[in-house]
C-alpha cells in the first residue's frame, strides 16, 4: 500500500475489456489514487480492483451497481462507506461517471424501451450516482466530478450513437453546468469529457472501410485512444484542475471545431 496515497477515485463502468474506465481506473492508480470500480458484474468489480491492487500497490475496491437503479447506486454507496470508514480506502476525492450504453438504431426504429433505457444509463445515471457520493464530498469540501458525455452531443451523432445516445449525453452537459454552478462554493468541481471516436471495444465489428471513413473525417487522421481520454480524465481530478469547473473539454481529434 503506498503512503502517499491521500484520496480514492470512484468509477462507474470500469470493467470492459480496452474500455475507457478500466483504463482510467489504471491511471488513476498509477498516479496514487486509491481506485474503486463500480459496475454491473460485482464478481469482475472486485477481480479488476484486486489486479489494480496487485500491479499498482494501491488500495481498491469493487463492487456491484446498476447506475440506472436507485436502490442500487445507494447500496454500492453505502459499501464503500463502509471501506473508508474501516479505513481500507481513503477518503472519496474523485467521480468519474463512465458507464454508458449507445443506440446505433435509427430513430424511426427507437422503441421507447431503448429511449428510457438509454437515458437511464447515461442519464440517469450520472444523476443517481453524483446525488449519492456528493454529501461527503460537500462535508470535506473537496471534490472533483467528471461525467463521461460524447462528441454526439456536440454534433447530433455522426459516429456511433444516434438520437437517444445523442439526446442522454446532451443532457450530461445541461446537467454539469448547473452542478458545477450550484456546488461553486462547495470545494467541488464538475466537469464533462467528449470524446470522438475512440479505439475500444464498442468498435469491435467494424470493417476496415469503416474504420478508415471514421478515421478521414477527423483532421489528426486517427482516432483516440482510451489512454488519451483517460490522461484528460485523471488530470481534471487534479489539485492543478481545481480552478476548472463547468467546463466541456473536447477530445476529438478536431471531428468537431466550435
Known amino acids: 500500500m503506498t503512503s502517499t496515497i491521500q484520496r480514492t477515485a470512484v468509477l462507474t463502468g470500469a470493467t470492459s475489456d480496452r474500455g475507457i474506465g ?3 481506473a489504471r491511471r488513476y492508480a498509477r498516479e496514487g ?14 477481480a479488476v480492483a484486486a489486479d489494480i491492487t496487485s500491479e499498482f500497490g494501491v488500495p481498491a475496491f469493487g463492487h456491484e451497481i446498476d447506475v440506472s437503479d436507485e436502490e442500487s447506486v445507494i447500496a454500492a454507496h453505502d459499501a464503500v462507506a463502509a471501506e473508508v470508514a474501516a479505513g481500507r480506502i481513503p477518503v472519496i476525492g474523485a467521480l468519474a461517471n463512465i458507464a454508458g ?23 440517469t445515471g450520472t444523476y443517481l450516482v453524483s446525488r449519492a457520493f456528493l454529501p461527503r464530498m460537500i462535508e470535506n469540501q ?20 444516434k438520437v437517444p445516445y ?14 458545477a454552478r450550484e456546488l461553486g462554493g462547495n470545494g467541488v468541481t464538475v466537469n464533462a469529457v467528449t470524446p470522438g471516436a475512440v479505439d475500444t471495444n464498442i468498435r469491435v465489428g467494424t470493417t476496415p472501410e469503416i474504420e478508415a471513413a471514421i478515421a478521414a473525417d477527423i483532421p489528426l487522421g486517427r482516432t483516440a485512444s482510451a489512454e488519451e481520454v483517460a490522461a484528460v480524465i485523471t488530470f481534471l481530478s487534479s489539485e492543478d484542475a481545481g480552478y476548472i469547473t463547468g467546463a466541456t473539454v473536447d477530445i476529438n481529434g478536431g471531428s468537431h471545431i466550435h
Not at 489514487?33 to 472486485?46: E, T, Y
Not at 473537496?142 to 450513437?161: K, L, P, T, W
Open 166 to 179: 445523442s439526446a442522454a449525453k446532451a443532457a450530461i452537459l445541461g446537467f454539469t453546468k448547473a452542478l
Open 142 to 161: 473537496y471534490g472533483r466530478i467528471v461525467n463521461m458525455s460524447s462528441v454526439s452531443a456536440q454534433r447530433g451523432g455522426g459516429v456511433f450513437g
Open 101 to 123: 450504453i449507445t443506440s446505433p438504431v435509427a430513430f424511426l426504429d427507437t422503441s421507447l424501451e431503448l429511449w428510457n433505457k438509454v437515458m437511464a444509463v447515461n442519464a
Open 33 to 46: 489514487w486509491a481506485v474503486v470500480i463500480l459496475d454491473l458484474d460485482g464478481a469482475k468489480s472486485a
Open 22 to 24: 478500466i483504463t482510467t
